[in-house]
């Protein structure tokens, strides 16, 4: 054995298609690109959300008014929702573990009381956000509104 024998492992090499060498290779001509067209000049290249001519999703869909990117999204939670859950659990400090693990809100959610509903028992509630009426409802029990 010599360099004059040494080959490439079986199926390791792939022969390319060689494109515009002639009619004779099968390639030749139009260089498998077609007829006429964008698609067969040289240094095409299609815009993104091109679709053909045809008037492009981004600009068929309406578009009006202002989202604004900062904006923070509460879940919002009742009162009458944590007095429940205080007598099913007899709580007297209801935080966002708690809340999380009654399934009232998602670990991410940022949580916001709400003062729909009435309480009967002091408790202390930690959460992102309260309205005032939900304040007052808490604190008009001597329980603790805390804001994380």
């Keep these: 054995m010599d360099l004059s024998n040494l080959k490439p492992a079986e199926g390791s090499v792939k022969q390319r298609k060689r494109i ?39 600009r068929r869909v309406p578009k009006f008014g202002f989202t604004n990117f900062r904006r923070k999204a509460y879940k919002g939670i009742n009162v009458e929702a944590l007095q429940a859950l205080a007598d099913k659990e007899n709580l007297n400090v209801i935080d966002l573990n708690t809340i999380v693990n009654a399934g009232l809100a998602k670990k991410k959610d940022l949580v916001k009381i709400l003062g729909n509903g009435t309480l009967t028992r002091k408790v202390e509630v930690k959460a992102h956000a309260f309205t005032a009426s939900a304040k007052k409802a808490i604190e008009s029990l001597d329980g603790q509104a805390i804001t994380i």
């Design 20 to 58: 515009g060498r002639g009619q004779g290779s099968g390639y030749g001509g139009t260089s498998t690109r077609g007829h006429k067209g964008a698609k067969s000049r040289s240094g095409y290249s299609k815009k993104i959300g091109f679709e053909g001519g045809q008037m492009p999703l981004q």
